[in-house]
C-alpha cells in the first residue's frame, strides 16, 4: 500500500530566509504525481506545486521548488525567501497514474514563519 | 469564478444521528473528491465521484457514504454517528478524474459530536 511520510509536525523560519519541509513516500508504482498543498489558518487548502513521477526536471513555482528524488522516494518542497503569508500548514500528497486513483496525503508540517 | 462551496460550515450532532453535507463544485468542474481531516490522522480519503459514479472509496465503514448529482453536486451522508466521527469535512473539486489535475477545496464543514 502506498504511504506518504512528513517526518516534521512542525518548523519554523525566520522571515526572509529558505526553508525545506521534508516528504517520503512508498509505492511500488512508476508513474504518479506529487503536490504540496498550503492549507493556512482558517483558510481554503491551496496547490503549492505539482511533480509528476517520470519528469526528472524539478517543479518551481516562484518561490517554490521542490527536489525530487524517485529512487530515494523522496519529495521535499523549498520555500526561499520566506514571507509571513507562508505560515500554513502543509500538506505532501501522493495519486498514482493507475489503479485506484486515490489521494494519498500526509499528516502535514506546521510552518511557523518569524518576523 | 466561484469556489467550492460546503454547506454548512459546522454543525452539531448527538451520538446515534446521522448528518448529510453538501458540495457544490467549481462550475465546470465533475469530479468531487470528499476527505476526514482530524490533528491526528491527517486528511484522509473519503470517496470520489465523477459523472455521479462513485470512482473511489476509502477506507471507512459503511456508515459513510456519498452522491453525486447531474449537476456535479455532491452529499456525504454519515449515519449513527460516532464521537470519533468529529471532523473537518473536506470536499474538493476537480475538472476531470485524471490523476495530474490538481484539487480545489471547500472551507469544510466541521463537525461536532456530543
Known amino acids: 500500500a502506498q504511504t506518504v511520510t512528513q517526518s516534521q509536525p512542525e518548523m519554523s523560519v525566520q522571515e526572509a530566509e529558505t526553508v525545506t519541509l521534508s516528504c517520503t513516500y512508498d509505492t511500488s508504482e512508476s508513474d504518479y504525481y506529487l503536490f504540496w498543498y498550503k492549507q493556512p489558518p482558517s483558510r481554503q487548502m491551496i496547490l503549492v506545486i505539482r511533480q509528476e513521477a517520470y519528469k526528472q526536471q524539478n517543479a518551481t513555482e516562484n518561490r517554490f521548488s521542490v527536489n525530487f528524488q524517485k529512487a530515494a522516494k523522496s519529495f521535499s518542497l523549498k520555500i526561499s525567501d520566506s514571507q509571513l503569508g507562508d505560515a500554513a500548514m502543509y500538506f505532501c500528497a501522493y495519486r498514482a497514474t493507475s489503479g485506484t486513483y486515490k489521494y494519498i496525503f500526509g499528516t502535514g508540517t506546521r510552518l511557523k514563519v518569524l518576523a | 469564478k466561484a469556489g467550492v462551496t460546503q454547506t454548512p460550515r459546522y454543525l452539531i450532532k448527538t451520538r446515534g444521528q446521522q448528518v448529510t453535507l453538501s458540495c457544490s463544485p467549481i462550475?465546470?468542474?465533475?469530479?468531487v473528491s470528499w476527505y476526514q481531516q482530524t490533528p491526528g490522522q491527517g486528511l484522509q480519503f473519503l470517496f470520489e465521484y465523477f459523472s455521479e459514479t462513485q470512482r473511489n472509496k476509502g477506507n471507512f465503514p459503511g456508515r459513510f457514504s456519498g452522491r453525486q448529482f447531474s449537476n456535479s453536486r455532491s452529499e456525504m451522508n454519515v449515519s449513527t454517528l460516532e464521537l470519533g466521527d468529529s471532523a473537518l469535512y473536506l470536499c474538493?473539486?476537480?475538472?476531470?478524474?485524471?490523476?495530474?489535475?490538481?484539487?480545489?477545496f471547500g472551507d469544510g464543514t466541521r463537525l461536532s459530536i456530543l
Open positions: 474538493a473539486s476537480s475538472l476531470s478524474p485524471t490523476p495530474g489535475q490538481p484539487q480545489h
Open positions: 462550475s465546470g468542474h465533475r469530479s
